[in-house]
C-alpha cells in the first residue's frame, strides 16, 4: 500500500472494525497520515496507539518523527529517549 495513502488508510479503518483495541493498527494509520502532512491526524492515532499499549518502543518512535516534522524537538529528544528504554534499538530506528 506503499504511497497509496487513501486505501491504506481504508484498510486500517477496516481493521479496527474488527479490533478496535489493535494498537499497531492505530500505529499505522499514524504512519499513513504523518507521510501526507496530517499531523493533527497523526498525533490523535499515535496517542491512541501508546493509551493501548504504553511500553512499546516503536510507538514512541512514531511520535518522536511526528513531533520532529513539526519542528518540537525537545519532545522528538524525549520520545526517542523513551522508545530506547523499552527495547528500541539503533538499527530498528534506521529501517
Not at 504523518?34 to 512499546?56: F, H, M, R, S, W
Amino acid at each position: 500500500l506503499e504511497g497509496n495513502y487513501d486505501e491504506a488508510l481504508e484498510f486500517y479503518q477496516k481493521s479496527i472494525q474488527l479490533n478496535e483495541n489493535n494498537y499497531a493498527t492505530y500505529n499505522g494509520i499514524a504512519n499513513t497520515y504523518q507521510e501526507t502532512g496530517k499531523y493533527d491526524l497523526a498525533l490523535e492515532n499515535i496517542y491512541k496507539a501508546i493509551e493501548l499499549q504504553p511500553n512499546v518502543g516503536t510507538l514512541y518512535t512514531t511520535l518522536a518523527e511526528i513531533n520532529a516534522q513539526i519542528g518540537n524537538h525537545q519532545k522528538f529528544y524525549k520520545n526517542l529517549i523513551v522508545a530506547l528504554e523499552f527495547g528500541v534499538d539503533d538499527i530498528e530506528l534506521f529501517k
